[in-house]
């Protein structure tokens, strides 16, 4: 699983969990946010979703716009979830 790629659904910047780790996220929060938060809402400088521009964007998954293109179904007793698009390890 630290080697799955995700490719956010505004800005189309591909991450992974180590990505993540690199920039100094603790590895429990990098965890659940990887294919769910484009990296940029981590950066110092990261441009608006959905406005125009280069780079990763700080859209979430679980804001307004709920664009994750993927549904994760889990056992019983717990919530379905969504994630982005998986890429190319």
């Given at each position: 699983?630290?080697?799955?790629?995700?490719?956010?659904?505004?800005?189309?910047?591909?991450?992974?969990f180590k990505d993540f780790l690199a920039?100094?996220?603790?590895?429990e929060e990098a965890r659940s946010?990887?294919?769910?938060?484009?990296?940029?809402?981590?950066?110092d400088k990261a441009r608006d979703a959905f406005e125009e521009g280069?780079?990763?964007?700080?859209?979430?998954g679980g804001g307004l716009f709920a664009l994750n293109p993927v549904t994760v179904h889990v056992p019983e007793g717990h919530d379905d979830y969504t994630v982005f698009e998986?890429?190319?390890a």
């Open positions: 699983m630290r080697d799955w790629k995700f490719k956010c659904p505004v800005c189309g910047h591909v991450q992974g920039l100094g996220v603790p590895e946010v990887t294919g769910f938060s484009c990296i940029g809402r981590w950066m280069e780079g990763p964007c700080n859209y979430a998986f890429a190319d």
